[in-house]
Structures are given as C-alpha cells and as structure tokens.
C-alpha cells in the first residue's frame, strides 16, 4: 500500500472520525472502505446508481414520514415498497412486455420466462450467491409449471362457449296433447 496525503474539511473528518470509531476500525480503514463501495456502486451504471440514490432517498423520506424504518416496521415496508413500485411506474420505458428475441449465454439465470427471471434474480441479491445447478433446475421446472398453466388458461379462451341450455320445458299444446 502507498500512502496519500489528502486534505478533509473538517466536517467531513468528524464524520469519517465518528463512523471509524463506531465501526471499530482505523480512520484509514473506513475511508478505504468508503473509497472501494464507492468504485464498486459506480460499476453499477450511472442509471441504475441515479434509481439507488432515489431507492435510500425514499428510504430516508419513508422514515421522516411514518416516523419508523422500512425495514423494521411493516406498515412502513409498506409505504416504502408502494413508493418505489410507483416510482419504477414512472420510469417504464415505452412498449408491450414481451419476452425477448434473444438471451445472453452468460446470464445468471438459466431461463426465459420473465417471471422465472424475476424469481431466480431476486434469489441471487437474497442469498447472496449464484443458484447451484440443482436450484437452476428447480426454476426451469417452475417455468414449465408456469408455461403449461398458460397454455391451459388460453385454451379455456380459444375454446368457444358451449351454447346455452334452456332450463324451460316446451309449453304444452292447449288440450294438454302434444
């Protein structure tokens, strides 16, 4: 490692000082840290770090308003997910979801059906890790549960009606003879 000299206002010291020492490390520890998190969030995409701003932005105002943390209470989570579900609303580009032409071969997530994909995204970011294989089949076994659940839902649709029945019997001729 090589040292640098770097000048901090002293506001910006203070902060650095308080969270090293609540943190438990060196000064030099947390602003290393600090500079790495930073390096690795602009990986990201200047996209996708504008809509994290705008995610801890909610978080933030989430908790001035329901005076609790999203994450600690629910009727918070609650305020907090409809914001950000409204929020990604207002940033959908135009056009129908449809599934797409073509897929990398590299994706993280070994199937096509957007749903699936969802799923299988969301289980990285929660556990932390890739899906084994087993974990990989079990998704592509849920997307052809989903896709033969699909396909029976259309046939119900493409099949016409049955014409209807008249519960009411005929009447009978006057003299009581048919």
């Not at 609650?78 to 950000?84: G, L, M, S």
């Not at 046939?155 to 048919?178: D, L, Q, V, Y």
Request: charged share 25%.
């Amino acid at each position: 490692m090589r040292q640098v000299n770097v000048s901090l206002p002293d506001n910006l010291r203070a902060e650095l000082d308080a969270a090293s020492a609540a943190a438990g490390h060196t000064l030099g520890t947390e602003i290393r840290n600090r500079l790495q998190g930073s390096i690795s969030f602009e990986r990201l995409g200047v996209e996708n770090e504008g809509f994290m701003q705008l995610i801890g932005l909610l978080g933030f105002l989430t908790r001035k308003q329901t005076g609790h943390m999203w994450h600690k209470h629910a009727a918070a989570h609650f305020v907090f997910r409809r914001a950000i579900e409204m929020l990604l609303g207002r940033m959908k580009p135009a056009g129908d979801v449809v599934p797409f032409d073509e897929l990398p071969t590299d994706r993280p997530v070994a199937v096509t059906d957007l749903e699936a994909m969802a799923a299988g995204l969301e289980a990285i970011i929660s556990h932390g890790r890739m899906l084994q294989e087993g974990e990989q089949l079990l998704l592509r076994e849920w997307e052809e549960e989903r896709r033969q659940q699909l396909d029976q839902f259309k046939k119900i649709f493409e099949t016409p009606p049955p014409a209807p029945r008249s519960h009411m019997r005929k009447p009978k001729p006057e003299g009581g003879h048919e």
